[in-house]
Nanobody, 116 residues
Framework: EVQLVASGGGMVQPGGSLRLSCAAS????????MNWVRQAPGKGPEWVST????????YYADSVKGRFTISRDNAKNTLYLQMNSLKPEDTALYYC?????????WGQGTQVTVSS
């Protein structure tokens, strides 16, 4: 069974930072591109970032480019998202996802709230 357990969320003030982690199991982690997706209340899912299997290629939504950094440690089966200069509009439930198009391969998510 594919499991993607996200952690590291919480409440921070605008301008603050958080580092999210996603522990993967039930599949060969290193064989898959990985993604972060977020969903704010009342809105649809928004793709945030993608990293290729080896970690050498990364892609970001314009809304987070320059502030967020995706990375992975294949030896630890773990995906990361470093979030800096956080804004209130970053508030959302953040999911790690093996496949953006199939929610079966999303985790349960971790909540990020940016508020003063």
């Amino acid at each position: 069974e594919v499991q993607l357990v996200a952690s590291g969320g919480g409440m921070v003030q605008p301008g603050g930072s958080l580092r999210l982690s996603c522990a993967a199991s039930g599949f060969t982690f290193s064989n898959y591109d990985m993604n972060w997706v977020r969903q704010a209340p009342g809105k649809g899912p928004e793709w945030v970032s993608t990293i290729n299997t080896g970690g050498g290629r990364t892609y970001y939504a314009d809304s987070v480019k320059g502030r967020f950094t995706i990375s992975r440690d294949n030896a630890k089966n773990t995906l990361y998202l470093q979030m800096n200069s956080l804004k209130p509009e970053d508030t959302a439930l953040y999911y790690c996802a093996r496949d953006f198009k199939n929610t079966k391969y999303w985790g349960q998510g971790t909540q990020v709230t940016v508020s003063s």
